[in-house]
């Protein structure tokens, strides 16, 4: 594969895992997906399903005890999830941006904004506190913090949520990264704030040429932001194709069942189609294809084997439905 051909992040069956006293749980199983430079990923699923983990193993904030098990982590062909601490630290500050859910958590309280977003420039960057200062203003400015000279000597507490998400995404592009790591970035936020959230990571894309992997569970967001989506469930992806694909013709059960459940523009009816039961434990998932109990298409192959991802016209697909030689009952007849 040639250098301008290669994927910027390629994550490689990944297994990420729990040692409790119950015994191992395994979140993540071998899952495997790419990134294109300048490409948004969106990763959806219900609560549970493993988008935020996945994230988290990705740029090496595990925390114990959860370990990643088996698999690799590429960066621009480099091999990232078994650096040592102090490398992954300098590569995550400066290669991978991150955006998490609450803009507090991201935020110091005691620290204004510039203190906070200059002292990460500095560390990654090769500029004085004065070229610092200059670089955090223009971040401020571009990501819509109005009277940025003025606000960049502010603490976190003095913006309202919208302005304080405003200000992790400037962190996280202060170093210009190549990939940034967006975990629920409009969930905390009116749905007015998040429209402009998306427009505004969707501009610094196509601006800077970062790529993201967008982690939600709002497939909204994913419509209108993601060039292709993968869907979790039980820690595996079970659907992976671009974006408007998957929307309007899902090949798995389950992206079907997500997609049915949200309601459209225009459309009256009195009950919204839902998916039967709830995500399996990560202690008792089951045999063969973990979606099988809640399945309206289960047949006996999907209880005992465990489908890998599979052609389905312009996606991927985990389900023996898209097995060569697959016929369907109504075939059989």
Not at 198 to 227: F, N, P, Q, Y
Not at 248 to 253: D, K
């Amino acid at each position: 594969m040639s250098a301008a051909a290669r994927p910027l992040l390629e994550v490689r069956h990944l297994r990420v895992e729990f040692n409790t006293r119950r015994g191992t749980l395994r979140a993540i199983d071998d899952v495997s997906l790419e990134i294109a430079p300048g490409e948004v990923l969106g990763v959806v699923g219900e609560s549970g399903a493993g988008k935020s983990i996945t994230g988290t193993a990705i740029i090496g904030l595990l925390e114990p005890p959860g370990r990643i098990s088996a698999g690799e982590v590429l960066l621009a062909g480099e091999r990232i999830d078994n650096l040592p601490a102090e490398a992954m630290r300098r590569i995550r500050g400066r290669r991978i941006g991150a955006i998490f859910q609450d803009p507090l958590t991201s935020l110091n309280p005691l620290y204004t904004v510039g203190r906070q977003i200059t002292e990460t420039i500095q560390t990654h960057l090769p500029m004085n506190a004065q070229q610092a200062r200059e670089r955090a203003i223009a971040l401020l400015k571009e990501v819509g913090i109005p009277a940025a000279e003025r606000r960049i000597d502010h603490y976190p507490h003095q913006f309202s949520g919208g302005m304080r998400q405003r200000v992790v995404i400037a962190l996280a592009l202060c170093a210009n990264p190549e990939l940034i790591i967006a975990d629920e970035p409009t969930t905390a936020l009116d749905v007015s704030i998040q429209a402009q959230i998306i427009t505004l990571l969707k501009t610094l894309c196509r601006e800077h040429g970062t790529s993201v992997m967008l982690v939600t569970h709002d497939m909204g967001v994913i419509a209108e932001t993601a060039d292709r989506v993968a869907v979790m469930y039980a820690g595996r992806l079970v659907e992976v194709g671009p974006v408007q694909d998957v929307i309007h013709n899902p090949q798995h059960p389950y992206t079907a069942g997500l997609m049915g459940s949200i309601p459209a523009i225009g459309q009256e009816v009195e009950r919204l189609p839902q998916i039967e039961g709830s995500m399996p434990r990560l202690n008792a998932i089951p045999q063969g294809c973990a979606f099988n109990p809640r399945c309206p298409k289960v047949f006996d192959r999907c209880r005992s084997e465990r489908p890998d991802l599979l052609d389905a016209g312009a996606t991927r697909a985990a389900c023996w439905l898209h097995a060569k030689g697959f016929v369907t009952a109504d075939e059989r007849r």
